[in-house]
């Protein structure tokens, strides 16, 4: 059974940082694209970050370069999300997904919400 279990979410002011951790398992972790996706209070879904299967060049939403980075170890079939300078606009559920000819497992999701 494919699992992907984030962590690291919570309530932090503008200009702080967050690690959100997703523990992958069920499947050959290293085989897949992951990405990070969000969605905000009352929009939609937007992706945010993915990181291709061999940890090569990463790719942001340009709402989130230069502040966010996305890694991953295959060894320990971990993707993380490192947040930097939080915005009140970075608010949102981030889920954990796996691409695998679209976006095709997706985890529970962690909420972070940034307020002062």
């Known amino acids: 059974e494919v699992r992907l279990v984030e962590s690291g979410g919570g309530l932090v002011q503008p200009g702080g940082s967050l690690r959100l951790s997703c523990a992958a398992s069920g499947f050959t972790f290293s085989n897949y694209w992951m990405y990070w996706v969000r969605q905000a209070p009352g929009k939609g879904l937007e992706w945010v970050s993915y990181?291709?299967?061999?940890?090569?060049?990463?790719y942001y939403a340009n709402s989130v370069k230069g502040r966010f980075t996305i890694s991953r170890d295959n060894a320990k079939s971990m993707v993380y999300l490192q947040m930097n300078s939080l915005k009140p606009e970075d608010t949102a559920v981030y889920y954990c997904v796996r691409h695998n000819r679209g976006l095709d497992y997706w985890g529970k999701g962690t909420l972070v919400n940034i307020s002062s």
């Open positions: 990181v291709t299967d061999s940890g090569g060049t990463p």
